[in-house]
């Protein structure tokens, strides 16, 4: 019964919104540190992709936390950004690029969400939520690619390894709004 009291006052909160856009996690860029020690990251993808900085998982109310890149207009997003990294991997139509900078030595949290597809009667939607911890001083780039092509593709640049990413999770059950 208490479930579906708070479920039912969820909906009613969020029927007001009037369309996704105005969901926090979609209308907040990416807030980068302005201290402390730090690594780049770039963001390769086409679909949405989010941040939560500090955190091994998601919460859209932590400080810093919000859009990295999205290829559709009307959200908040860093795209665009440079930071003069090396090259990398190869950018392919409809991908967005972004180069943002890192808290170092603490658990970062990515969010990808491809908005989904229908294909033949089905929808289709990537979602990834992974966490890893950059080091300082560190180059790292992450590929995200959803659709038929859903995967995920983090790595140090300068070495020929992937990064060790850990799957995350929902920090609360509203931590998502």
Not at 56 to 74: E, L, N, T
Not at 106 to 115: A, E, I, N
Not at 138 to 166: F, H, I, N, W
Request: charged content about 15%; overall charge positive.
């Amino acid at each position: 019964m208490k479930t579906a009291i708070s479920l039912g006052l969820l909906a009613v909160a969020l029927s007001g919104c009037g369309n996704i856009a105005a969901v926090k996690s979609f209308n907040t860029p990416y807030g980068s540190p302005t201290a402390g020690d730090t690594a780049r990251l770039r963001v390769i993808a086409n679909g949405m992709v989010r941040a939560v900085p500090g955190k091994d998982c998601v919460d859209w109310y932590s400080p810093g936390a919000g859009v990295i890149a999205v290829p559709q207009k009307g959200f908040a997003d860093r795209n665009g950004e440079s930071l003069g990294m090396p090259t990398g991997a190869a950018v392919a139509q409809g991908d967005v690029v972004s180069e943002v900078l890192v808290p170092a030595g603490k658990p970062f949290t990515l969010h990808f969400l491809d908005g989904g597809r229908t294909s033949y009667n089905s929808v289709t939607n990537c979602l990834g939520m992974f966490y890893f911890v950059p080091q300082k001083g560190a180059d790292y780039e992450v590929v995200m690619r959803g659709y038929s092509a859903c995967g995920v593709k983090l790595q140090q640049l300068g070495l020929d390894q992937p990064v060790q990413a850990t799957k995350a999770e929902y920090c609360s059950a509203i931590a998502n709004f």
